[in-house]
């Protein structure tokens, strides 16, 4: 069993940034595959980024150039630094991660962005 907790979610206005953290506790076995995912009100959970052990990263269209997804694999934690926000990253942000071939995730944190 894996236990994920997000932090460093808030209010930013638009422009500003951000940094997420996904604390991991709990494996038996080595966290393989990481990610970001984010979920707007009324829309459908989305891939934001997501990062292999080895530290390979994978971005949507939409976060590149912005957002930066990072881990350290030591603390078994993920971060995600978010910058050049702008009112369209309003969501809450969940992160996952791959264990023992069995998919976990976080109870998400809020981010706004707005003036």
């Known amino acids: 069993q894996v236990q994920l907790v997000e932090s460093g979610g808030g209010l930013v206005q638009p422009g500003g940034s951000l940094r997420l953290s996904c604390a991991a506790s709990?494996?038996?076995?080595?966290?393989?595959?990481m990610g970001w995912y984010r979920q707007a009100p009324r829309k459908e959970r989305e891939l934001v980024a997501t990062?292999?052990?080895?530290?390979?990263?994978n971005y949507a269209d939409s976060v590149k150039g912005r957002f930066t997804i990072s881990r350290d694999n030591a603390k078994n934690t993920m971060f995600l630094q978010m910058n050049s926000l702008n009112p369209e990253d309003t969501a809450v942000y969940f992160c996952?991660?791959?264990?023992?071939?069995?998919?976990?995730w976080g109870q998400g944190t809020q981010v706004t962005v707005s003036s």
């Open positions: 990062i292999t052990s080895g530290g390979s990263t």
């Open positions: 996952n991660a791959l264990a023992s071939f069995r998919l976990y």
């Open positions: 709990g494996s038996r076995f080595s966290i393989n595959a």
